[in-house]
């Protein structure tokens, strides 16, 4: 349930001259105007807009003291019911950061996820949400010595055309209000210039060739020993800034019997991520590292297909040490130790 009280505009009341001020596009303009309290770029909230729908409402508003504020943005056509384009919040508790991470990361933490532009302290989720986690030196540390954070969640409708800066634009914004409403004191975000999210859930994501990817996020695997390294692909959802981040690579169809093979190395900041680990669980990884990250946990886990051509378990187990050790050194962390190798049949 929502903590926040609701504030809605449903149809700007505005008088003017002849009845002009009250028509459909000058209603439709304040309430843009007003969307989160104000706060929101209206050019960037009216790109988002489909071509056949209009905005007719918006609602807003949280409670500082349980660290929680909120706001919606509804939008309706002509022949179709009212339905939500912008679903923004913004977290400064431990308990609603961890809900919403298990929601962006169920199970075992292998759903697939897309890297923000280097140096915005994010990644997009599952359904294209984007996620930013920002420290909040304005307030302190919690209870168990952690320097406090913010998590926002920005979802916009893939009903519309999100794949465009806008989206940057209105995620950036809302998230730059909040850190001054629920007094985090975030560092400013800046929206990148001219650049489109990219889709977590893409069928055919743009991958490099791995002896090309040493000037990726993820250029360890270049000379990490592969096999037949002229016939790997690299997919790289890795930014040192965010919570989260993956590299994929997969190896090409002709040289196994049974359709492509690959592997997916994944990288978690934070105590959220113990969970990801823990326990007997059948979707927890088998092979799994940990250390220490600025005063807080982080795992590292490898998901492999079954028989990857020339990737034996002690060759995996290497690969994971290789990818744990590089995110070690570029993040300051320490106390890197490969988690004991958990058995395939252990449910």
Known sequence: MRRWMKVSVAAAAVVGLG??????????????RTACDGMLPGGAVRDLVPDDARVVGTESGGVKALGDYGCEVTVAGDHSADWRLLNLHAYTERDDQDREFMFAFPGGGFARQAAMPRGLPGFIARFSTLEFLLACPDLGKDADGRQRKMLV??????????????????????????SKRLGCGAEPLKAPEGVAPADPDEQDPKTVPLTAARDTACGWLAGAGLPNPTHWKLDAQLNDAAPTGRCDVTIDDELTDDGSKGMTFVAWFGDWSNRLVAGNHTSRPSLSASARCAGEA???????????????????????????AEQVKRRGCTGLELDPERPATDT
């Open 298 to 324: 982080a795992r590292f886990a490898l998901d492999a297909s079954k028989d990857v051509p020339g990737v034996d378990q002690a060759k995996k187990r290497a690969l994971l040490k290789a990818f744990a």
């Open 19 to 32: 009845g002009w001020i009250a028509q459909p596009y000058v209603q439709e303009w304040w309430v843009v």
């Open 153 to 178: 969640r920005a979802g916009v409708s893939l009903n519309g055309p999100w794949r465009q800066p806008a989206t940057y634009e209105v995620a950036v914004a809302f998230a730059n209000s909040a």
